[in-house]
């Protein structure tokens, strides 16, 4: 593979451990534990992998270890980091035996389940250290909930000898890895099962989790273009700048990126959700700050959209939980595309009917149209910045006429996700990555099933991370799923009274007005501590810092 100066110096770059995984580890074991809700279902359907305690691991004594094959899935959307999960693994599982092997599946889950696999040698890890992406195996949807799935899977687990598995993915996926857990934990299979927790949603954290990885660097990536994008803006001082951020249901993109830029406005879908704003107050929200810079003479401004956010308007949020069960029964599913539109209008209450006749015609289409493999509305396809933007111009032309607003409106529309999703990992994430990896091969080695590696402690130095692993059925509850309740890990949304989003709130007026903006530049790599080691400001201001 070629590869550019950057890379390879990039390549050397030896990422940082916490001091207690720098030698031989002992497991300290706390309480038992009960799941964040539905205690006695979770309990049931749980029984061998519920209660278990959290664990830490402290420096330990030095022991024996026989050499143990490893298989690793990437699994759901790519995050950067994904390839120092799998060296940080490699490195943890050889320095344990070097005759220890690892396996890769291809493209996700599908691939324990299909039976494609490499053998990750060290040439090859060493191609992918501190690299973007997770083209090392691939990555892919595919969801492990059946039985014949789990069986499929022990099948070549057993052919190469794996004794444990570890699953790089986000709420769903680690999920997932908890049945099979379960699973081959009842059948007494002999096989571990660990998560590791992923996504650039930032939406898969708790009390034991503190971030998930690729979301340092994916706000920083967006954060440098929306930064650039605002130095456009206040050169050219002609253009509102609609910018959708990824996060496919939590705003926590959007909220770190306005924390990092300050740009005019940010939309808050929490927010939104919890003053039942309509769609129609959206616009109102956006129409009047734009009249109040353009009473400034500034007829320009940036304006942050999470992509879930249509999801959170709670009319649209009641028409969708209802979509969501009309298209779940197997009758739907037998229905043409060109008639599904057709088919929905008849199956849903008046009240939802309503709602679904206001919405313009692409994004009911799409609302009505394909879910993923996890039921969820596919909300990157939904154009949310053009949508906004167009009805907002609408707004200000009725303003206009009632002598409420005297400006010039154009505007400018962009979306980033997937350019944030395989960038370089940030010296954050490529520490924090490299640590959950070897962190896993800890957990693997001391017996464990059913646990998702834990790094704690992560805004100070790496020295003094704190390494460790959680049950997953902790950090479960029952949902409704694609019509059905189902166990789930509880997503993490913006928390309103949390310490991020008071900070914003208490900025936005004066950014909404004045131009405020911050320009963060690009990721830096090679420097002072101060500009290349920082988590993200979400972070910091959660834990107080
Ligand atoms: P994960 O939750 O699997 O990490 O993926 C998150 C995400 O990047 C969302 O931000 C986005 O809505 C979605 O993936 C896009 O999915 P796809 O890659 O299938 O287009």
Known sequence: MEKSALQIARSAYQPKLPKALQGPVACKEGKPTESVGNQSDIKKLFPNTYGMPVIEFEAGEKKDFAPINVGVILSGGQAPGGHNVISGLFDGIKSINPDSKLYGFILGPGGLVDHKYIELTADIIDEYRNTGGFDIIGSGRTKLEEEWQFEKGITILRELGIKALVIIGGDDSNTNACVLAEYYAAKEYGVQVIGCPKTIDGDLKNEQIETSFGFDTACKTYSEL????????????????????????????????????????????????????????????????????????????????????????????????????????????????????????????????????????????????????????????????????????????????????????????????????????????????????????????????????????????????????VPITMMMNMEKRNGKMKPVIRKALVELDGAPFKYFASKRANWGRYTSYVYPGPIQYFGPTEVCDQSTITLKLEQGK
């Not at 496919?248 to 300050?262: D, G, M, P, Y």
């Not at 769609?279 to 129409?287: C, E, F, G």
């Not at 940030?426 to 924090?432: F, I, K, P, T, V």
């Not at 959950?436 to 001391?446: K, Y």
Request: aromatic fraction near 8%.
């Open 226 to 469: 929306i930064g650039n994008i605002q130095r456009d803006c206040n050169s050219a001082r002609k253009y509102w700048h609609f910018i959708k951020l990824m996060g496919r249901s939590a705003s926590h993109i959007a909220l770190e990126c306005a924390l990092q830029c300050q740009p005019n406005i940010c939309l808050v879908s929490e927010e939104v959700e919890e003053k039942n704003m309509s769609l129609d107050d959206v616009v109102k929200y956006i129409a009047d700050a734009v009249a109040l810079r353009a009473a400034d003479g500034n007829n320009y401004g940036t304006v942050l959209i999470p992509e879930g956010l249509i999801e959170f308007i709670p009319a649209i949020k009641k028409l969708i939980a209802e979509l969501n069960d009309v298209l779940a029964t197997p009758e739907a599913k037998e229905i043409a595309r060109n008639k599904q539109i057709d088919y929905v209008k008849s199956h849903i209450s008046e009240e939802n009917l309503k709602v679904f006749n206001s919405l313009p015609t692409d994004v009911a289409s799409q609302l009505a149209l394909d879910r993923d493999p996890h039921g969820n509305v596919q909300v990157s396809l939904i154009e949310t910045e053009k949508l906004l933007s167009h009805m907002v111009a609408d707004k200000l032309e009725k303003m206009k006429k009632a002598g409420q607003y005297d400006g010039k409106f154009a505007t400018q529309h962009h979306f980033f996700g997937y350019e944030g999703r395989c960038a370089a990992p940030s010296n954050y994430d490529a520490d924090y990555c490299y640590s959950l990896g070897f962190n896993a091969s800890r957990l693997i080695a001391n017996g464990k099933t059913g646990y998702m590696s834990i790094i704690k402690n992560t805004t100070a130095p790496a020295a003094e991370w704190i390494a460790g692993g």
